[in-house]
């Protein structure tokens, strides 16, 4: 067998073509990433559940020049997205080992692309916290420093890649989730336009959440949006069609763009590493000295209790989860069944009237509605991805007995990243540089509404400027 890295660590579209070419096969490259979930596991605890037979059996199935665009490639699902036949737990001891009967949309259009789904990733209980550390599974942690968080809430997926168990995973985003992971383990995550991706047949919209990947090039980031991007029937609200697909737009020159660096965190309490700050700023030069006009703006953002409205309105979304799992037990949720920031948070929506979420809500939306117009004038915001480095595992992980300060300090971690899921607009995190220790350093991009060509194109240019999926943790 070829060494595993000469296989894992390669991008997805790379391995696609060996699977169809037929010097790789799809049971060769399935097993060598069953493997190596198997040998790293035990340090790094990305998985929730591992399906080796089921994912043997359907790569034995796949056969050199099958046509689907991702054949024969492992991937993982993050463990807050119904599969067929998998455990749906949440990371959390109220769900239990259920198992639904049906996919997600997306898990479909995934399966239709050729993928092979090798197993379920970790997160925090309900997807809460930007640190992946649940009661129920323990700490997932980060390959380029196992004393630290790969981030969250799709932090198990992003350790998976990392550190070589799949080419790529799935994940989702409502308030950072892909992006904080990718910045903390040295990937590519992309959050794209409000309602670009199907969050059926469960839900038929969601204000803040967008599902995606997890991946080591713009071009594989790219290709799978193509693949889950678009309408599915029922949907309430959806994005329309690009004029193009997603990957040929990643290959297109930008042009000159106009480009806005924002440092000031929308969060007062956040402050700003001066190591991120340097990054950021280091990226501004470059984008200048690629053909851009950059200039340092600051947006209307920073808002003294913007954390407590986005929370009257995500926490009510959030609690939905545990009304759900509470029907699937038959009986009313406990403080037994949640980790106490779920608890929290469970008690709060349920105190909280109706009144009170519609305006938190309509809250948000007016402050998204009055950035979306100072922004206009730019074609690209640039900001940090992260306020500081990745958290120690320990830190953050709203177990204790006071979970909002927890909540609170997560926060001040990732202040950059939820206002793009308020405003809608597309975002990604780029792990342009590292850190004297060697840990991954994250920008991030914003784009105007529907415009995920231009992101992915610039994107896509600072990746040939600076390369990064060469580089490799020490695990």
């Known amino acids: 067998m070829r060494p595993v890295t000469d296989l894992l660590l390669r991008p997805a579209l790379d391995l696609a073509g060996l699977i169809r070419s ?10 060598a990433s069953l493997r190596r979930i198997d040998e790293l596991e035990p340090q790094v605890n990305a998985f929730t559940h591992v399906a080796h037979e089921r994912a043997l059996a359907e790569a034995n199935a796949t056969q050199p020049g099958d046509p689907r665009p991702f054949a024969g490639v492992p991937i993982a699902v993050k463990d807050n997205r119904p599969v067929t036949g998998m455990p749906l737990t949440m990371c959390s001891d109220l769900f239990a080992d259920f198992v639904p009967g049906h996919d997600a949309f ?3 259009r995934l399966r239709e ?17 930007p640190t992946t550390e649940s009661r129920r599974f323990g700490p997932t942690r980060n390959p380029w420093a196992l004393e630290r968080t790969p981030g969250g809430s799709s932090g198990g997926s992003a350790a998976a890649v990392a550190a070589g168990m799949v080419p790529i995973a799935h994940g989702n985003d409502g308030g950072g989730s892909t992006r904080i992971p990718a910045a903390c383990c040295g990937l590519v995550g992309l959050k794209a336009t409000r309602g670009r991706v199907s969050v059926g047949p469960d839900a038929g919209d969601s204000l803040l959440v967008c599902d995606g990947v997890l991946t080591r090039t713009v071009a594989d980031t790219a290709h799978v949006l193509d693949v889950l991007a678009g309408y599915e029937p029922g949907d309430t609200t959806w994005a329309p069609d690009p004029d193009e697909p997603f990957a040929v737009a990643a290959t297109r020159d930008p042009g000159a ?19 991120y700050e ?6 501004a030069e470059l984008l ?4 851009h006009e950059v200039s340092e703006i600051t947006p209307p953002w920073a808002r003294e209790n913007l954390l407590w409205e986005f929370t009257a309105a995500f926490g009510p979304m959030v609690s939905m989860t545990t009304w759900i799992g509470a029907l699937l037990r038959g009986r009313e949720a406990t403080a037994d069944d949640l980790e106490p920031l779920t608890w929290a948070m469970w008690e709060q929506a349920r105190s909280q009237s109706s009144i009170d979420f519609l305006a938190a809500e309509g809250a948000i939306k007016a402050l998204a509605r009055k950035l979306v117009a100072f922004l206009a004038g730019f074609d690209i915001v640039l900001t940090p991805a992260l306020a500081r480095p990745p958290l120690r595992i320990g830190e953050v992980h709203g177990l204790g007995p006071d979970p909002w300060e927890h909540y609170e300090r997560s926060a001040a971690f990732t202040p950059y990243t939820a206002i793009f899921n308020v405003t809608g607009v597309p975002a990604i995190a780029l792990p342009l540089f590292q850190s004297e ?15 995920e060509d231009v992101l992915l194109a610039l994107a896509a240019q600072l990746e040939q400027a600076v390369p990064w999926a060469g580089r490799r943790p020490a695990i």
Not at 114 to 128: D, Q, R, S
Not at 259 to 268: R, S, T
Not at 437 to 450: K, R, Y
């Open 22 to 31: 037929g010097q790789v096969s799809a049971p060769e490259l399935v097993e």
């Open 106 to 108: 997306l898990v479909r």
């Open 113 to 129: 692309a050729g993928f092979v789904i090798v197993g379920k990733t970790a997160l925090p209980e309900m997807g809460i916290l």
């Open 257 to 275: 763009l106009t480009i806005g660096l924002a440092l000031e965190p929308p969060l007062h309490e956040a402050r700003l590493d001066p190591a």
């Open 278 to 283: 340097r990054a950021t700023r280091d990226t």
């Open 288 to 291: 200048a000295s690629l053909g």
């Open 437 to 451: 220790d060697g840990l991954p350093i994250a920008v991030q991009l914003a784009a105007q509404p529907l415009r």
